[in-house]
């Protein structure tokens, strides 16, 4: 009974490709998140969808695009992928996006993506 | 400036150490403080929320000082459970939910 999923744990792709990452909580959250965690280990927020709808878009390339089916999943496609798209994504989720109730963030395993 | 700056360390201490972990933000307008803990390859979790009166749980002590915009993390009684990498986490206001994260700082407990 895994609150927050991901899939894969591990993608190995090469330059060019495009690939998806699936994120599913059984939580009942109303928000979720992507995050990257780079070699230096700085986490960042990338997007955040509340019930479906974009909240948070922070600057990140117009190669990613997430997708949030319904309220419980929220999906990361990346195209035409890049070295420095190297990291560690984590999906994240808390049960919703405003005063306290935002704080508490339930992270996934993580994928960790190489691009060679 | 980083918005959140920590310390990376790593501590190396004996276990029944205690050790002290600073954080500092520069957002004025931070609103909430946290400390995350990440274990070695696997996801953050929650460890504490922090408040302007101090807050315990434990072994663990969090203090936050706004003037100063300084936050620390007082670890007593170091067990070897307790090597992670911990994470200094902000909240601002009215930002949809972003957490924004301190690079981590890495204990390390040694028998």
């Known amino acids: 009974d895994t609150a927050v999923s991901q899939t894969p744990k591990y993608l190995v792709t090469q330059m060019g490709n495009d690939k998806s990452i699936k994120c599913e909580q059984n939580?009942?959250?109303?928000?979720m998140y992507w995050y990257k965690q780079d070699s230096k280990k700085f986490l960042k927020i990338m997007f955040s969808?509340?019930?479906?709808?974009?909240?948070i878009n922070e600057t990140v390339p117009n190669r990613f695009s997430p997708k949030s089916p319904d309220k419980a999943h929220l999906n990361l496609h990346i195209n035409s992928l890049e070295l420095g798209d190297s990291a560690v994504y984590f999906c994240?989720?808390?049960?919703?996006?405003?005063?306290?109730?935002?704080?508490?963030?339930?992270f996934g395993p993580g994928t960790r993506l190489t691009v060679t | 400036r980083k918005e959140v700056e920590q310390d990376p360390g790593p501590f190396n201490v004996p276990e029944g150490a205690t050790v002290a972990f600073n954080c500092t933000y520069s957002?004025?307008?931070?609103?909430?403080f946290f400390w995350y803990r990440q274990d070695c390859r696997k996801e953050p979790k929650l460890l504490m929320s922090?408040?302007?009166s101090g807050n315990e749980d434990g072994r663990f002590t969090a203090q936050l000082n706004r003037a100063s915009q300084y936050i620390s993390l007082l670890i007593r009684d170091s067990k070897l459970s307790d090597s992670a990498t911990y994470l200094c986490?902000?909240?601002?206001?009215?930002?949809?939910?972003?957490?924004?994260f301190g690079q981590g700082t890495e204990l390390s407990v040694k028998p």
């Open positions: 994240a989720s808390s049960q919703d996006h405003t005063g306290v109730n935002s704080y508490e963030q339930y």
């Open positions: 939580l009942g959250h109303d928000t």
């Open positions: 969808y509340n019930n479906k709808e974009l909240i």
């Open positions: 957002n004025s307008a931070s609103q909430s």
């Open positions: 922090v408040y302007s």
């Open positions: 986490v902000v909240n601002v206001y009215n930002q949809g939910g972003k957490l924004i």
